[in-house]
T-cell receptor, first 114, second 111 residues
Framework: NAGVTQTPKFQVLKTGQSMTLQCAQD?????MSWYRQDPGMGLRLIHY???????DQGEVPNGYNVSRSTTEDFPLRLLSAAPSQTSVYFC?????????????FGQGTRLTVV | GENVEQHPSTLSVQEGDSAVIKCTYS??????FPWYKQELGKRPQLIID?????GEKKDQRIAVTLNKTAKHFSLHITETQPEDSAVYFC??????????FGKGTHLIIQP
């Protein structure tokens, strides 16, 4: 039982490149989300999904795209990387679509855009 | 969720003393208030949570209090130990848009 798995752990991109951050969970959680963590800014919600086929925007969605074709996977796509997207990205899941239970985080992806 | 204000941003206490971190929120519909601990280079992990029908919850050295009328909740850590040094985040939720986090408190335990 792996929980929430993010890949890769580290990534360096050049400005303008695109890439996909992967998030997979084996806990059969309905809710999946992506946060970015910047110094002094806490964790800010990028996109979230309350179930397969359903996605919605969070607080800071610009420059990112998501899809939820299966319960297990919730990839985050950077369309054209910018230095402002340098951050640590966390995927988080919860049992139900309405998050009133513990959220489980992946180990994080440290992304640097040069 | 809407805004969550967390104070202080840094807290330094002597080992053995108590630490208190406070958060305020603005969304009246919030009904779930978790606290997460994040050690350096690690993922956030839940340490305690409280729901809106409860005013206080305790788990060994940590406790959380909630005042729904005033829209604030607090984390209390007693008899602090070196391993309590970390960044602590409060959050509020209960809606389908997930958790809204505070900006975090860096807790430093001085030996």
């Amino acid at each position: 039982n792996a929980g929430v798995t993010q890949t890769p752990k580290f990534q360096v991109l050049k400005t303008g490149q695109s890439m996909t951050l992967q998030c997979a969970q084996d806990m059969n959680h309905e809710y999946m989300s992506w946060y970015r963590q910047d110094p002094g800014m806490g964790l800010r919600l990028i996109h979230y999904s309350v179930g397969a086929g359903i996605t919605d925007q969070g607080e800071v969605p610009n420059g990112y795209n998501v899809s939820r074709s299966t319960t297990e996977d919730f990839p985050l796509r950077l369309l054209s990387a910018a230095p402002s997207q340098t951050s640590v990205y966390f995927c988080a899941t919860a049992l139900f679509g309405r998050v009133s239970t513990e959220a489980f985080f992946g180990q994080g992806t440290r992304l640097t855009v040069v | 969720g809407e805004n969550v204000e967390q104070h202080p941003s840094t807290l330094s206490v002597q080992e053995g003393d108590s630490a208190v971190i406070k958060c305020t929120y603005s969304d009246s519909a919030s009904n779930y208030f978790p606290w997460y601990k994040q050690e350096l280079g690690k993922r956030p992990q839940l340490i305690i949570d409280i729901r809106s029908n409860v005013g206080e919850k305790k788990d060994q050295r940590i406790a959380v209090t909630l005042n729904k009328t005033a829209k604030h909740f607090s984390l209390h850590i007693t008899e602090t130990q070196p391993e309590d040094s970390a960044v602590y985040f409060c959050a509020e939720g209960g809606g389908a848009d997930g958790l809204t986090f505070g900006k975090g408190t860096h807790l430093i335990i001085q030996p």
